[in-house]
């Protein structure tokens, strides 16, 4: 992996999340979904990108789009604690709540500290409904 191609795909990555996390504006959503995919117009399979660009379509309220992106997470790491609780928070705002429910148990077995950006989970390892 050449210098330049790290250079240009942490600038990416980085881009993306300081336009994500600086607002709450679907514009901005948008740049930085833009940014994460020209990351992964470079490496495709980068977890790092696919997850958070999953997460971002998830807060865009793109939830078709962000279950499309993460299932791409599944081919690359099927463990991804951020992949599968997106998932299940993107299927639940869809109504399909048995199925998320699977995703979101998931993603509390494989890390049951994990609490995601946008909520807190219940004293079982289950998540709370996304807000």
């Given amino acids: 992996m050449s210098a330049s191609y790290q250079l240009s795909?942490?600038?990416y990555i980085r881009i993306a999340q300081d336009e994500y996390f600086s607002t709450n504006n679907l514009g901005s959503f948008q740049d930085a979904i833009n940014n994460y995919d020209k990351g992964l117009a470079i490496d495709p399979n980068n977890i790092e990108l696919l997850a958070n660009k999953?997460?971002?379509?998830?807060?865009a309220e793109k939830?078709?789009?962000?279950?499309?992106?993460l299932d791409k997470c599944f081919v690359v790491d099927p463990n991804e604690v951020s992949c599968n609780y997106y998932k299940g928070l993107s299927l639940e705002k869809l109504g399909r709540i048995s199925e998320a429910n699977e995703y979101k148990d998931?993603?509390?077995q494989i890390d049951p500290n994990y609490e995601g950006e946008f909520?807190?989970?219940f004293?079982?390892?289950k998540f709370k409904p996304a807000i």
């Fill in 106 to 108: 998931k993603a509390a």
């Fill in 63 to 69: 939830y078709i789009e962000a279950i499309q992106v």
């Fill in 9 to 11: 795909l942490i600038s």
């Fill in 123 to 125: 004293n079982s390892s």
């Fill in 119 to 121: 909520v807190t989970k």
């Fill in 54 to 59: 999953g997460q971002t379509l998830f807060k």
